[in-house]
T-cell receptor, first 115, second 115 residues
Framework: GAVVSQHPSRVICKSGTSVKIECRSL??????MFWYRQFPKQSLMLMAT?????????EQGVEKDKFLINHASLTLSTLTVTSAHPEDSSFYIC???????????FGDGTRLSIL | AQSVTQLDSQVPVFEEAPVELRCNYS??????LFWYVQYPNQGLQLLLK??????LVKGINGFEAEFNKSQTSFHLRKPSVHISDTAEYFC?????????????FGQGTRLTINP
């Protein structure tokens, strides 16, 4: 149980392109979803917290106009990297929390490469 | 503010030997503690969690961890490791009370099992 599906797993695109990443909780409802960014050989850095039906809460230093987050339902959140540039290349991971004190369940990540 | 320190960035161990991955945290309030494992190019998988109750927590794949409040530690142990345990391990503490809880991650420990 508690499966989180993240799609796509890998994206390679040209600079200036916008890229959408989907995060779905397959067998539970997620009141809250989280988006992380991970640089090579480093830990996960929280980018934003997404609550269903409301605006996402961004961490300090994360550009909300650059990283658009939508959490339209209890099973789907999307991250759109707008006008992506090479410095946006990274491994993006989402997680979903069923609620209360339940642990977060993570997707398999999306490797984004901007040429 | 909460923080997590994983004292060893890399731990090489021979197969079938015991291993301990160290984790210390700082927090002024009660915390929930987690260990996650990350295999290459994948998301994070929950190994075990401490929410309350017994300080010795058993997880998947033969791992266990002990919560020590006086030493603010949550070290991960396994009595006999296998080649398949080679991965990156992250200790994390949750921030916040009821409801959605952010995770603060340690820097990660790369466990390498040698034959």
């Amino acid at each position: 149980g508690a499966v989180v599906s993240q799609h796509p797993s890998r994206v390679i695109c040209k600079s200036g392109t916008s890229v959408k990443i989907e995060c779905r909780s397959l067998d539970f409802q997620a009141t809250t979803m989280f988006w992380y960014r991970q640089f090579p050989k480093q830990s996960l850095m929280l980018m934003a917290t997404s609550n269903e039906g409301s605006k996402a809460t961004y961490e300090q230093g994360v550009e909300k106009d650059k990283f658009l987050i939508n959490h339209a339902s209890l099973t789907l959140s999307t991250l759109t990297v707008t006008s992506a540039h090479p410095e946006d290349s990274s491994f993006y991971i989402c997680s979903a929390q069923p609620g209360g004190n339940q642990p977060q369940h993570f997707g398999d990540g999306t490797r984004l490469s901007i040429l | 503010a909460q923080s997590v320190t994983q004292l060893d960035s890399q731990v090489p161990v021979f197969e079938e030997a015991p291993v301990e991955l160290r984790c210390n945290y700082s927090s002024s309030v009660s915390v929930y503690l987690f260990w996650y494992v990350q295999y290459p190019n994948q998301g994070l998988q929950l190994l075990l969690k401490y929410l309350s109750g017994s300080t010795l927590v058993k997880g998947i794949n033969g791992f266990e961890a002990e919560f020590n409040k006086s030493q603010t530690s949550f070290h991960l142990r396994k009595p006999s490791v296998h080649i398949s345990d080679t991965a990156e391990y992250f200790c994390a503490v949750s921030v916040g009370g009821q409801g959605a809880q952010k995770l603060v991650f340690g820097q990660g420990t790369r466990l390498t099992i040698n034959p």
